[in-house]
């Protein structure tokens, strides 16, 4: 209540000095500015600007209220959302490699490019900017090990991983401290962690991040915050110095369970651990983007709470404060907190209908908005009013049939702001053009758990004696399998070494925190050899490793997560060796695309790079709903239906869509095919047997093929 009653008094303050966004500016009574300056020698020379920002681990919102902390009440406080915008491309997860990468880039971790062309930190912008820039990278978690951002020319960097030692912590800042006071740094970056573990239900602490031991670790944080702004204050009284503090956390706590109980983790897009906060020592520079949450906005989701401040806006705020105008192409999707305001409250929404996009801004002036898709002007908005939100469907002529990431850039007011989408413009594809003829396998899960549905191709094998049940599926029956470490569903991989393939498949899952395999052939780390497909939180993740090359490349996509209903989604995983990189600079493309229980689908794609191509086959089995690790989460219960492998095939957007809207599942197409064959044999087709000893069966398959090359044969005449 304390913080709230401060917040509607900064409020009456801010409404005497809106406007007040000169970056040069140094003073607060810039309300009162005459028209002229007098002409006085003892006007105060501008000071130096400098920063410090601190990520403190794992805070959440309402407790950070519930606690009592001294020093952060010095800051103005201000909700805020994490895990960018669900539901869409930016949905990213709502841990500490997320939100940190967010807080340092100004955009959705779920949308950075990586590599040469990636996404660039507030820190190598500010140091391209000027050389000089002394700039201290000292977060407690090791967060280096797990980003791949360039910081080669950030000189000074540490993490102290100090683990779960809390005292160890208040050593750490201390040493920032003083940082602060002799080193001349002209920005600092550092975190503090005990929060997070505390919330993890560490120290003890079974109530996790819903208990009163989770209260008193952030006031054990705020007094070591306090060892910094104590010495932020001293600096500016020494120094000819200003200095913009800036505090946040990178996500909050999964929601509690009904029952009071919680899973001690954050990860989930889940209120609680979406809705976090940021605090600023200069409130009399905060513009409305920090003072005023948005009453018209595009997307009410998620109870409101992209009315308010976002992760993505810490970055930008950085930038206009040290005097760095924001560029178009670094793509930022936040919007700065101080100086002047562009458009605000930017979402982009999918259509059903074949690559419709629709974009929603709030306006927060009448000035034109330029509009550009990925980076080339597209059209000009002139009718925007201040206040009030506008929609439009941007042009989308420029891109051709397939499956496109996109970016967005709205400039307005001189200020740029960013929205990824991705957007699949479908190609038509009938039912009957599918590669039937391709398929290898069909697990239908109608009978025998284990039957290939292809005549002569592999049954999938047993370990133990896996848990296995039958339940009513999105096609007759389906697979229900608990995990149980060493009673497996094994599916032999005859496909990973050859150059193109796809696999599909129909899941329900409950999005769980956890990330359980639903099929794989590697152990579970992300840096190992193999392919994995997953469900983590809403979204379904797509990874390829590498042995010890750490994780790079995934791609996640929501889907229709639930625990109580079958909602039944096509995934579809294809790979193609011989792909060139959008690069160009080498091949192999991993693709997937998700067609959801409510008809939507979401496609993305990653290269393959460093040897990925070669490892993505291990020489293992694929696993059905677990991993070769054997080690994690037993008990998951996987929901799957017909399973089927397609050989030396690469599906488009519009042969997945297709593929998910047939009426009948593959099984049935292929009796149907085996029915239709078998007339042809008796009758058109004399059957050329060059093998008198084959089997009946034998003779139809070989009489289907002998047609289908006559078929092509006379395709060719006609053409
Ligand atoms: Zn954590």
Redesign the pocket.
């Known amino acids: 209540m304390d913080k709230l009653s401060k917040w509607a008094v900064l409020l009456t303050a801010l409404a005497m000095v809106s406007g007040c966004n000169d970056s040069s500016s140094n003073s607060a009574n810039d309300s009162d500015a005459k028209p002229e300056l007098p002409e006085t020698p003892d006007v105060p020379e501008t000071k130096v600007r400098k920063s410090l920002m601190v990520m403190i ?2 805070a959440r919102y309402e407790a950070l209220l519930n606690a009592s902390t001294p020093n952060l009440d010095k800051l103005v406080l201000q909700q805020a959302y994490t895990g960018g915008i669900s539901g869409t491309l930016s949905q990213s997860g709502t ?2 490699v997320e939100g940190e990468s967010t807080l340092w880039t100004g955009s959705w971790h779920n949308v950075q490019k990586s590599g040469v062309d990636g996404f660039k930190t507030v820190w190598q912008h500010l140091k391209a900017d000027d050389p000089e820039f002394k700039i201290g990278l000292y977060p407690n978690w090791p967060i280096f090990d797990y980003l791949s951002f360039d910081l080669k020319d950030i000189e000074h960097k540490q993490a102290f991983r100090s683990g779960t030692d809390r005292e160890a912590e208040h050593v750490n800042s201390k040493l920032i401290a003083e940082k602060i006071l002799t080193d001349d740094y002209n920005s600092l970056f550092t975190t503090i962690d005990m929060v ?1 573990y505390s919330g ?1 239900c560490y120290y003890g602490n079974s109530g996790g991040a819903w208990s009163h031991d989770y209260i008193e670790t952030i006031e054990e944080a705020d007094e070591i915050f306090g060892y910094m702004l104590d010495a932020v204050e001293q600096r500016e009284a020494e120094h000819n110095e200003e200095w913009l503090v800036l505090v946040a956390p990178d996500h909050g706590f999964n929601r509690q369970n009904d029952d009071d109980s919680v899973d001690c983790s ?1 990860g989930s897009q889940d209120i609680d651990a979406k809705k976090i906060w940021i605090a600023s020592n200069k409130k009399e520079l905060l513009n409305e983007q920090f003072t005023t949450p948005l009453k018209s906005i595009g997307n009410r989701d998620k109870d409101g709470i992209y009315r308010y401040v976002a992760q993505t806006d810490v970055s930008p705020t950085l930038l206009t404060w040290h005097d760095v105008a924001l560029q178009p192409q670094w793509e930022i999707e936040g919007t700065s907190f101080i100086g002047d305001l562009g458009v605000r409250g930017l979402f982009v929404e999918n259509a059903q209908e074949n690559g419709a996009v629709e974009i929603h801004f709030t306006a927060s002036n009448s000035l034109p908005v330029q509009v550009l898709l990925n980076g080339e002007e597209i059209q000009i908005i002139e009718n925007a009013v201040a206040g009030e939100v506008y929609t439009f469907q941007p042009k989308l002529d420029v891109l051709e049939e397939g499956s496109h990431q996109v970016n967005f850039t709205l400039i307005n007011n001189n200020i740029p702001k960013s929205v990824s989408a991705s957007v699949t413009i479908l190609d038509s594809v009938d039912y009957d053009d599918l590669p039937f003829e391709s398929i290898s396998a069909v697990y239908s899960f109608d009978g025998e758990f284990t039957e290939n549905s292809v005549v002569g191709g592999h049954d999938l094998q047993k370990t133990g004696e896996p848990q296995t049940y039958s339940i009513w599926g999105k096609y007759d029956r389906a697979l229900y399998h608990i995990r149980q470490f060493n009673n497996d569903l094994l599916l032999e991989d005859t496909f990973t070494n050859t150059d193109k393939f796809t696999f599909s498949l129909w899941f329900a899952g409950d999005g769980t925190s956890y990330d359980p395999a639903i099929i794989t052939n590697k152990h579970w780390s992300s840096s190992a050899d193999g392919i994995i497909l997953a469900q983590l939180n809403n979204q379904l993740k797509l990874q390829v490793g590498a042995n010890n090359e750490g994780s790079c490349c995934f791609i996640e996509l929501p889907f229709t997560a639930s625990s109580t209903t079958q909602e039944w989604n096509l995934l579809v995983v294809s790979v193609d060796k011989t792909l060139p990189w959008s690069s160009g600079e080498g091949f192999g493309v991993m693709t997937f695309g998700v067609y959801d229980a409510t008809n939507v689908l979401h496609m993305g794609s990653v290269d393959l790079t460093g040897p990925r191509k070669e490892t993505i086959h291990t020489g293992l089995p694929f696993l059905i709903n677990n991993d070769h690790a054997q080690s994690y989460n037993t008990g998951h219960a996987a929901l799957i239906d017909e399973l089927v492998i397609w050989n030396d095939q690469v599906f488009t957007p519009g042969a997945i869509a297709t593929l998910a809207q047939a009426e009948h599942s593959v099984v049935n197409k292929l009796a149907q095919q085996r029915a239709t064959s078998t007339p042809a044999k008796l009758t058109a087709v004399d059957y050329i047997g060059a093998s008198p000893n084959l089997t009946e069966a034998e003779q139809m398959t070989e009489a289907f093929w002998q047609r289908r090359r006559q078929m092509d044969e006379l395709k060719a005449k006609l053409n």
């Open positions: 681990d794992g841990s500490t997070d993890h954050h």
